[in-house]
């Protein structure tokens, strides 16, 4: 079946660095275009970022650009997302998703504290 499963959330400081990845499994990755998502306490999923099948395209909102560089190894079957300069309101549950299927991993939880 469909997997999708976000990896390397954790604590890290204000203005800090981390790395995440998704793992996907049960479907032909390489034919898809693939999100991220984020999730505050009390709040709805926002997106986060994209990016084509190919991995030649890329999506940001607003309050992640220039901080946040998503990418993609087809090969590995895997998405990543860079996370630079980090703030305390990046502190959510981040997911992976294939959006036009509406396929949705386990989120890893990022928190960005001192």
């Known amino acids: 079946e469909v997997q999708l499963q976000a990896f390397g959330g954790g604590l890290v400081p204000p203005g800090g660095s981390l790395r995440l990845s998704c793992a996907a499994s049960?479907?032909?990755?390489?034919?898809?275009?693939m999100s991220w998502f984020r999730q505050a306490p009390g709040k709805g999923p926002e997106f986060v970022s994209a990016?084509?099948?190919?991995?030649?395209?890329?999506r940001y909102a607003d309050s992640v650009k220039g901080r946040f560089t998503i990418s993609r190894d087809n090969a590995k079957n895997a998405l990543y997302l860079q996370m630079n300069s980090l703030k305390s309101d990046d502190t959510v549950v981040y997911y992976c998703?294939?959006?036009?299927?509406?396929?949705w991993g386990q989120g890893t939880l990022v928190t960005v504290s001192s």
């Open positions: 990016i084509e099948s190919g991995g030649d395209r890329f």
């Open positions: 049960g479907f032909t990755f390489g034919n898809y275009a």
């Open positions: 998703a294939t959006p036009v299927v509406d396929w």
